[in-house]
Nanobody, 124 residues
């Protein structure tokens, strides 16, 4: 059974940077699509970024394009989200997700495994 554990969240000032990590255990994530989603207070969980199982294709929500970068290390069984130039609208709990298919998707219902989330708070 795959387990996902996020880390790296915290409090950061607007314009700053943060790097989120997701450590997978229980099985390899190689060839599985991975993604980051986020959920702000009072809002639905939304797609942030996704990467296919072979790191050949990435997707981003428009609001983070050019600021966030998703990457993975299949050898270390990890997923990352590099965040730069953050703003208060990025404040949310960030979740790592995985699906047993190499094709990445923006649809959260296609992801079978989820972490517990890590809080990111951006102060103005």
């Amino acid at each position: 059974q795959l387990q996902l554990l996020e880390s790296g969240g915290g409090l950061v000032q607007a314009g700053g940077s943060l790097r989120l990590s997701c450590a997978a255990s229980g099985r390899t994530i190689a060839a599985w699509a991975m993604a980051w989603f986020r959920q702000a207070p009072g809002k639905e969980r939304e797609f942030v970024a996704a990467i296919d199982g072979f790191s050949t294709t990435t997707y981003y929500v428009d609001s983070v394009k050019g600021r966030f970068t998703i990457s993975r290390n299949n050898g270390l069984n990890t997923l990352h989200l590099q965040m730069i130039t953050v703003n208060p609208e990025d404040t949310a709990v960030y979740y790592c997700a995985a699906r047993p298919n190499a094709d990445a998707t923006r649809d959260l219902w296609q992801y079978n495994y989820w972490g517990q989330g890590t809080q990111v708070t951006v102060s103005a």
